[in-house]
């Protein structure tokens, strides 16, 4: 039997809908699990490589990850876009490390969505890949509107134009 949001209601509710109700954070492990399954469609080699080996640890230990390890790892931009889906759920992620990874100007946009979720961040590198200047404009609004503050911060060697290097040294200061 689906639900209908628009008919009326019995004014019972089912030991279903008690149990979910009483779930607290449904939505946050709903979004915990397709993060999940798109990393093991990566895995399954449909979209290229994968963060599931070094991520799966990580979402394991939770709240308890604060330093992911992601560098050199050939994850151009599909592998980046899903660490991006997997960080909102590593609530105390203190340091990321993405360099050598290949990661493109798309990739890079689609990755630093998930960077605001990282209140807790202080240390990025995402250096030796190919960011780009829509990369770099994409990762400087998200470094401005997040709430984490970096210590350390590396972008060296990508393709950067200076207007570029300049957005983001405005957005950590």
Partial sequence: QE???LAPSSGEE????????NRPDTEVEDQRRIAILRA????SGKRGKSPVPVVSQALLVGSACVRLECANKAL???????????IQFLPNLKTLDIS?????ERGMRHFAPGLRLCNNLTSLDCSQNRIGSEGAVAL?????????K?????AAHNRLQDSAVACLVDSLH
Wanted: hydrophobic share 30%; net charge negative; charged share 20%.
């Fill in 3 to 5: 639900y209908d949001p």
């Fill in 14 to 21: 089912s030991d279903d809908d008690l149990q979910h109700k």
């Fill in 40 to 43: 093991y469609e990566h895995a």
């Fill in 76 to 86: 151009g931009c599909n592998g980046i876009q899903t660490l991006g889906e997997f």
């Fill in 100 to 104: 050598g990874n290949l990661i493109l």
């Fill in 140 to 148: 400087s609004e998200t470094i401005e509107v997040g709430t984490f």
């Fill in 150 to 154: 970096l210590r350390s911060f590396s």
